[in-house]
């Protein structure tokens, strides 16, 4: 799996964007990248991937550079229950489902 | 549509003793995967089930086990148990094997003194 760099922690102020970054720079051409969040003592919780092309669902965006070396999660209008850690993974996808975290971002969100 | 069931939430055993954890994973979804998550370990995977087979498996002692349920929903025993296997045991569903995009369950803290 390809190493990921993420920032240790963040904040933001609610009601604005979370912008989190992500860089992997090692990913190979058939990597996804997925984000992931964890709000303190829950299941960690799936928010959303993609390969090359920018992605949005309902809970995020998320934005791929063009090289595929780095990316950003994008909560567009962050709340109070958006704290948590939040974690980037780059993965072949289908192959295994034995997910690994890094140490991801704490992202707080403040009033 | 209703998410990833976990029973029991908390448990509290001694040590020796065996759990039987149990999972229901999001209507349609074959396969499951245990994880444990520890403050000093972090996420750690245990085992994946699809369509009543092991897939995968962890780096843990034969003391962890699992199984799956024709109607997908899966259990984990863990038989003599030890102090460091207090943990959160998380259960994900996904709709294929090896499919990363998993939805969790709220665990089953378990505390063993």
């Known amino acids: 799996d390809a190493k990921t760099t993420q920032p240790p922690s963040m904040d933001c102020a609610e009601g604005r964007a979370a912008n989190l970054p992500c860089n992997h720079s090692t990913i190979s051409g058939n990597e996804y990248v997925y984000w992931y969040r964890q709000i303190h003592s829950q299941g960690p919780q799936y928010i959303i991937h993609?390969?090359?092309n920018n992605e949005t669902n309902e809970m995020a965006s998320l934005i791929i550079t063009e090289d595929r070396k780095s990316s950003t999660l994008i909560l567009p209008h962050a709340t109070l229950r958006d704290t948590a850690v939040y974690y980037c993974i780059v993965r072949v996808a289908r192959i295994r489902n034995d997910m690994r975290f890094g140490a991801g971002t704490r992202l707080t969100v403040k009033p | 549509k209703a998410g990833v069931t976990q029973t029991p939430r908390y448990l509290i055993k001694t040590r020796g003793q065996q759990v039987t954890l149990s999972c229901s994973p999001i209507s349609g979804h074959r396969s499951v995967s245990w994880y444990q998550q520890t403050p000093g370990q972090g996420l750690q995977f245990l085992f994946e089930?699809?369509?009543?087979?092991?897939?995968n498996k962890g780096n843990f002692p034969g003391r962890f086990s699992g199984r799956q349920f024709s109607n997908s929903r899966s259990e984990m025993n863990v038989s003599t148990l030890e102090l460091g296997d207090s943990a959160l045991y998380l259960c994900?569903?996904?709709f294929g094997t090896g499919d990363y995009e998993q939805y969790f369950g709220p665990g089953t803290r378990l505390t063993v003194t």
């Open positions: 089930y699809f369509s009543e087979t092991q897939r």
């Open positions: 994900a569903s996904s």
């Open positions: 993609g390969l090359k």
